[in-house]
């Protein structure tokens, strides 16, 4: 069985920072393809990045230059820095597991990743 569990959401300030954690649990090793995702109320779950198994990530554009995906694969843990936060950032959000990221980018699709997390819920005033 695989899980995925975020952690690290919570309130902050137009402008602050948060971490987010996704730790991995089961049968889900470091050649996985994972994802963050978000869900603001009532719109469409959307891609936030990727990060492949070379360590290289892709960003959509409304985060690009202010969030940052890492993963410790030791401690097999996907981490989302988000810096600058806007109120539009507020959202669940939420870490994805794909057997691979996809070609020729990447995929910020939802429809693409197999595993999924409960969510953790960050809001920005």
């Known amino acids: 069985q695989v899980q995925l569990v975020e952690s690290g959401g919570g309130s902050v300030q137009a402008g602050g920072s948060l971490r987010l954690s996704c730790a991995t649990i089961?049968?889900?090793?470091?050649?996985?393809?994972m994802g963050w995702f978000r869900q603001p109320p009532g719109k469409e779950r959307e891609g936030v990045g990727t990060?492949?198994?070379?360590?290289?990530?892709r960003y959509a554009d409304s985060v690009k230059g202010r969030f940052t995906i890492s993963k410790d694969n030791a401690k097999n843990i996907l981490y989302l820095q988000m810096n600058s936060l806007k109120p539009e950032d507020s959202a669940m959000y939420y870490c994805?597991?794909?057997?691979?990221?996809?070609?020729?980018?990447?995929?910020?699709?939802?429809?693409?990743?197999?595993?999924w997390g409960q969510g953790t819920q960050v809001t920005v005033s």
């Open positions: 990060i492949d198994t070379d360590g290289s990530t």
């Open positions: 089961g049968n889900l090793d470091s050649n996985w393809c």
């Open positions: 994805a597991a794909a057997p691979w990221c996809g070609l020729p980018l990447p995929s910020l699709s939802r429809t693409w990743y197999r595993y």
